[in-house]
């Protein structure tokens, strides 16, 4: 294996290159698209917890109905709370294509794929290797594939990268096989 580093504190162990593997142009994440899918991917893991405030508002409009306690301040409450909450991760993600430990995240990336590993190149010495097993899900969006790394990491493919139709076939295939997408 030949050593080829990112940055001069982290090296980075790169595995020789497959001729076969689906190769892509260079692209850099816009940071806006970043936010949006951050958020929308947020939203979708979190819709689960809308309940609360519905809860709550249902409990409050039932204690209303009946004379117990009629308040109006919850309905407030609960809508504040809310635009909080989501205007707080808002500000979080716009946070992380700010600060310099995610800059290589926003960097423009050439990628190799193959049924082994996702190898992310900076130019022909330096770049990364990715097992595909560090990717918790994937999927097809109206124009590109989203790879989800965590919550906050995503890599984003547009179809425009891809080099011919094939290639799409072929990496579309690899994440079939490693039931990331699913058919």
């Known amino acids: ?43 979708k893991t979190q819709l689960k917890w809308v309940v609360i ?13 009946t004379g117990l306690y009629p308040n109006y301040w919850i309905y407030i409450t609960v809508f504040v709370g809310v635009i909080l909450y989501v205007l707080f991760w808002v500000i979080q993600f716009t946070g ?5 430990q995610y800059k290589p995240m926003f960097e423009k990336f050439s990628y190799e794929f193959d049924p082994r ?5 900076l130019n ?12 918790l899900e994937a999927y097809k969006d109206k124009d ?3 790879l989800v790394i965590s919550k906050g990491q995503f890599v984003h493919l547009p179809f ?23 058919s």
């Open 1 to 43: 294996m030949a050593k080829v580093s990112v940055n001069k504190h982290q090296p980075v162990y790169q595995m020789p290159t497959n001729p076969a593997a689906v190769r892509t142009k260079r692209y850099a994440l816009p940071t806006k698209k970043y936010i949006s899918l951050a958020m929308r991917y947020f939203l």
């Open 53 to 65: 405030p519905i809860a709550l508002i249902l409990i409050n409009a039932i204690v209303s109905f």
């Open 96 to 100: 992380i294509t700010q600060l310099a």
């Open 117 to 121: 590993q996702i190898l992310m190149k």
């Open 124 to 135: 022909q010495k330096e770049g990364s290797v990715m097992k595909w097993e560090q990717i």
């Open 144 to 146: 590109a594939y989203v």
């Open 160 to 182: 425009s990268i891809f080099t011919s139709e094939h290639d799409i076939k072929v990496f579309e295939r690899i994440m079939k096989q490693k039931e990331l997408l699913k």
